[in-house]
């Protein structure tokens, strides 16, 4: 049976890396998170309220063309951050932060909302929770240059942001939530299989499993 996994979490909460193990493991064809690929990314980091707009929709497009063509497909797919993110945590923080225009924010809403009528939504959502200091030391660990300037109040607040969506996404499908401030994908063999055995067995029926 085909099946649909989606991949949440803050920036450095290591969703790349457990993507391309899980796309190996589960023999699922992986959809990227096309961030470098941005135009815009460089100046939104530098410049926020002058190019959060540009940068929003870039992903809003890349993750709708992704996500549709994972409908498509006739084999198991995984995603690396959804579509439903980009408009309910980033966009939605952008907003509150006054640095995406209300003018700016219905505008992308109303675009959300009409790609929103296209899409299925996942068989299962995977949540990376991460505190904020784990998130500064990856981070800096994996020395990005367009992420050097972003701030432990930004993390905080996406942090936030996604705790309150991941509440409201359980109403919509199965979640996932793994807590990974203790947990080295590359030494703890024991916590990744864990993970594998929880994808393999609760066959998506399960609404909040949460993984200590």
């Not at 700016?104 to 959300?112: G, S």
């Not at 990856?138 to 972003?150: A, D, G, L, P």
């Amino acid at each position: 049976m085909k099946r649909f996994i989606t991949i949440a979490g803050n920036i450095g909460a290591g969703k790349t890396t457990l993507a391309n193990l899980l796309s190996q493991k589960f023999k699922l064809t992986l959809h990227d998170e096309k961030f470098a690929d941005n135009p815009y990314l460089t100046d939104f980091y530098t410049d926020m309220k002058r190019w959060s707009f540009h940068s929003q929709i870039f992903f809003l497009s890349q993750n709708f063309k992704a996500h549709l063509a994972i409908q498509q497909s006739s084999s198991s797919c995984l995603k690396d951050r959804s579509i439903y993110e980009d408009s309910e945590v980033f966009a939605a923080n952008l907003h509150k932060r006054g640095l995406m225009s209300d003018r700016d924010y219905e505008c992308y809403t109303d675009i959300y909302q009409t790609m929103l009528a296209a899409l299925q939504y996942p068989d299962l959502f995977i949540y990376l929770r991460a505190s904020v200091p784990t998130l500064c030391q990856r981070i800096r660990q994996r020395n990005r240059h367009f992420e050097k300037n972003i701030t432990p109040n930004y993390l905080r607040q996406i942090n936030n942001g996604y705790e309150k969506f991941i509440s409201r996404m359980q109403n919509h499908t199965n979640v996932l939530i793994v807590q990974t401030d203790q947990f080295n994908i590359f030494e703890d063999n024991e916590k990744l299989e864990q993970i594998y055995h929880k994808i393999e067995t609760i066959c998506f029926q399960q609404t909040h499993l949460v993984l200590d």
